[in-house]
T-cell receptor, first 111, second 117 residues
């Protein structure tokens, strides 16, 4: 079985500041990792994914994440956030035929 | 380019009524998934299809829930005798699975928000 923990339920940050959203996972098998973003009253949009290869993954909207196998982490980062980045962010693992999601982190970008 | 679509987007019903949701996946995606998301939580897996075959069901999928994908294209999720605890966002996703897990990425629809009064 696998599980995902997003340590911060809310992250407030000022516009143009850097941000890191934390994600830790546990699994007994190899995993494939994803970050999704959900804007209010919408479905989930894929930000980026780690399947294999380079541990630093770049995604859409200037986001990137680093896979750290020894720390079982897949933290999401952005060097400078915009107001439009305000949304809910979900980390997910795929170790079988379905995705297991974390509880989400609400990123609140303030002007 | 059309993504995953879901209908209706919102549904309000009274406890005890039956409801049915529809999901149209991205064309030629052979896998289709249903997830449930309650307020403030991440989505939870319910079931998935590969073509028309339902291959896995979560223990969350009680006997009041039934899903079908009769022709391997669109899917329906029916909830019978709805309860207030069924209030949630029901998300559908599809993927072009080709037998290689490394290549599978799920693409989500906008969801159907259900409120049971």
């Amino acid at each position: 079985a696998q599980s995902v923990t997003q340590l911060d339920s809310q992250v407030p940050v000022f516009e143009e500041a850097p941000v890191e959203l934390r994600c830790n996972y546990s699994s007994s098998v190899s995993v494939y990792l994803f970050w999704y973003v959900q804007y209010p009253n919408q479905g989930l949009q894929l930000l980026l994914k780690y399947l294999s290869g380079s541990t630093l993954v770049k995604g859409i909207n200037g986001f990137e994440a680093e896979f750290n196998k020894s720390q079982t982490s897949f933290h999401l980062r952005k060097p400078s956030v915009h107001i439009s980045d305000t949304a809910e962010y979900f980390c997910a693992v795929n170790a079988g035929n379905m995705l297991t999601f974390g509880g989400g982190t609400r990123l609140m970008v303030k002007p | 380019d059309t993504g995953v679509s879901q209908d209706p987007r919102h549904k309000i019903t009274k406890r005890g009524q039956n409801v049915t949701f529809r999901c149209d996946p991205i064309s030629e995606h052979n896998r289709l998934y249903w997830y449930r998301q309650t307020l403030g939580q991440g989505p939870e897996f319910l079931t998935y299809f590969q073509n028309e075959a339902q291959l896995e069901k979560s223990r969350l999928l009680s006997d009041r829930f039934s899903a079908e994908r009769p022709k391997g294209s669109f899917s329906t999720l029916e909830i019978q005798r709805t309860e207030q605890g069924d209030s949630a966002m029901y998300l559908c996703a599809s993927s072009p699975f080709n037998g290689d897990r490394l290549q599978e990425t799920q693409y989500f629809g906008p969801g159907t928000r259900l409120l049971v009064l």
